[in-house]
């Protein structure tokens, strides 16, 4: 099973960025996906989840608002939509993935069968 990310990049404040996460080796359409990320000297945290259909989604309280996940089963990828960053928002951003699980997850992703390599998203003021 792979997952990649990318998308990430410098960026100002104000400014948007869209993340993807092309999956491989697994039923992509039957896993629930998942963001999370890494900000420097910190610990990971969640930021937003989808269900297997798409039907469900959830966010974190620091996110709502200004990011939008989706997917696209029939690419096997899932979409993290962020407008509006802050430089709170720089972190490396991992997409994961979870055959049974639901939409709420642990800051440390706990629950997640699969994690890609991250992508690093940077926003300066």
């Known amino acids: 099973v792979q997952l990649q990310a990318s998308g990430g990049g410098l960026v100002q404040a104000g400014d948007s960025l869209r993340l993807s996460c092309a999956a491989s080796?697994?039923?992509?359409?039957?896993?629930?996906l998942g963001w999370f990320r890494q900000a420097p000297g910190k610990e990971r945290d969640f930021v937003a989840a989808?269900?297997?259909?798409?039907?469900?989604?959830n966010y974190a309280d620091s996110v709502k608002g200004r990011f939008t996940i989706s997917r696209h089963n029939a690419k096997n990828t899932v979409y993290l939509q962020m407008n509006n960053l802050k430089p709170g928002d720089t972190a490396v951003y991992y997409c994961?993935?979870?055959?049974?699980?639901?939409?709420?997850?642990?800051?440390?992703?706990?629950?997640?069968?699969?994690w890609g390599k991250g992508t690093l998203v940077t926003v300066s003021s």
């Open positions: 080796g697994l039923t992509f359409s039957v896993f629930t």
């Open positions: 989808i269900s297997w259909s798409g039907g469900s989604t």
């Open positions: 994961a993935a979870d055959r049974y699980g639901g939409i709420t997850y642990p800051p440390s992703g706990d629950g997640m069968d699969y």
